[in-house]
């Protein structure tokens, strides 16, 4: 019995992730010279590295009504460059892949996005030469997508606890899925790593984090995203500002209404008021007041 249980359980067929849609999307695929491929190149590209993970049914037949679970994924190239290494004379062809799911989940539409790279060094200086490493960067971009997004799809069907065990994992593409099905279901053992990740080089991860610790509503974001305002530019200060009002909480206040009162720069001071009027009002439970801005037509500048 022992025997037949271990070979049953040898023989137990791997998890796979239906697809009822697979596309491209971005002006990057649709007309890119230095790939020398088309759309529809790079979309087979796109399918094989999906169906060599093994972990994901590309769509059925036009006309086969696709599972209830299924879900729909999208290609995007962020880039296609060469660039000049600085230890060396050589040049690099790099790619950046992403790849978005959207799928109905329980509670709502579900959407994950992740991301790959990749850098082939070029092998000569013919154009032949360049186009060949660009197009094995792509495979390789597009692989490395894959696999974050089969990662991030494993991650969904997870459990809380199993999930929060996944932050502390040494992979970081396991870790980083784990943050995003955290954050979309609010479980406040995410806030730490969110807020690691409002020191990320890249803009659009640190709005993007900052819009997910404020749908957490987690007070010991505030200090982080106040230490974040210090040297930057008046712009992206006045997001902060936004993002803390909205956060709310008494430390929320008290910084919005030193902002208010005393920052140098006028429209620091205006989004300072703004932000702290919406959190008073949200905290009495009325509507705020429309902005001054709005009210007589200002240049928000």
């Known amino acids: 019995m022992i025997a037949l249980a271990v070979l049953s359980s040898g023989c137990r067929r791997r998890e796979t992730y239906p697809l009822q849609g697979v596309a491209l999307t971005g002006t990057t695929v649709a007309d890119n010279a230095v790939l020398g491929l088309g ?44 660039v000049q290494r600085d230890e060396s004379t ?20 579900e959407e994950y996005e992740v991301a790959g790279a990749a850098e082939v060094m070029v092998a000569g200086e013919s154009a032949s030469a360049r186009q060949s490493a660009m197009q094995q960067a792509l495979r390789e971009a597009v692989a490395n997508a894959v696999v974050a997004i089969h990662l991030q799809r494993v991650a969904i069907d997870k459990r809380d606890p199993a999930l929060v065990e ?103 001071r205006k989004a300072a008021t703004e932000a702290l009027e919406e959190l008073q009002a949200k905290a009495e439970g009325r509507r705020p007041a429309p902005a001054a801005s709005a009210q007589n037509g200002e240049d928000k500048r």
């Open 39 to 82: 759309p529809e190149e790079i979309r087979g590209l796109f399918e094989d590295a999906l169906a060599a993970r093994g972990r994901f049914t590309l769509p059925p037949p036009e006309g086969d009504k696709p599972r209830p679970e299924a879900a729909r994924v999208a290609l995007e190239l962020g880039f296609t460059r060469f």
């Open 90 to 109: 050589r040049t690099a062809a790099e790619v950046g892949a992403r790849v978005f799911l959207w799928r109905a989940g329980p509670e709502g539409d």
């Open 166 to 268: 996944d932050l502390a994992s040494p992979d970081p593409r396991v870790k980083d899925a784990a943050i995003r099905v955290l954050a979309d279901r609010r479980n406040p053992s995410v806030t730490p790593s969110l807020v690691e990740r409002l020191q990320s080089d890249d803009p659009g991860t640190v709005r993007r984090t900052m819009g997910q610790l404020v749908e957490l509503r987690d007070p010991r974001a505030v200090e982080p995203l106040i230490a974040l305002t210090r040297g930057k530019d008046p712009g992206f200060v006045r997001e902060v500002l936004y993002a803390l009002g909205a956060l709310g909480g008494a430390d929320a206040e008290a910084y919005l209404y030193t902002v208010a009162q005393g920052h140098d720069q006028s429209a620091v």
